[in-house]
């Protein structure tokens, strides 16, 4: 299977922490799976960064070596990831989360994320948010 995993995901992930269940560690860590991170995820990290919004153990560059080096395939944005941004109600604005739903539908990859807001635009696909 494929999976994108949101931007909150990633840095959970990566720093072990609680609010990950056991069974979405195990699915993420399955070498059967192929884990997806969205360029606009270190987009956004890089922003919130500089901003003091977030903290990371390691310089941004470090974490993205990490991440690939965990064999997680980074997935640029593709013009035709933006058109899919066009198609999406404003329902939820924030323009990270909507092309990582853009790149999941595209893409047909389903999305790891507590965001429950994403289910309002994976109503009727193939996509599926777990958590």
Do not use: C
């Not at 299977?1 to 992930?13: E, G, R, S, V």
């Not at 922490?17 to 399955?30: A, G, H, Q, V, W």
Request: avoid cysteine.
């Amino acid at each position: 299977m494929k999976y994108l995993l949101d931007t909150h995901t990633i840095i959970w992930y990566s720093e072990n922490n609680p609010k990950i269940s056991e069974n979405i560690k195990k699915l993420i860590s399955d070498s059967k799976n192929q884990i997806f991170i969205s360029i606009a995820s270190i987009w956004e990290m890089a922003i919130k960064l500089k901003i003091n919004k977030l903290n990371l153990d390691l310089p941004i560059e470090e974490f993205t070596e990490e991440l690939r080096a965990r064999n997680f395939t980074l997935l640029p944005i593709n013009i035709e990831h933006i058109v899919q941004t066009t198609k999406l109600d404003l329902i939820h604005k924030d323009p990270f989360d909507r092309i990582i739903i853009s790149q999941a539908i595209i893409e047909n990859m389903d999305i790891i994320s507590r965001d429950d807001k994403f289910d309002n635009f994976l109503i009727d696909i193939n996509v599926n948010r777990l958590w």
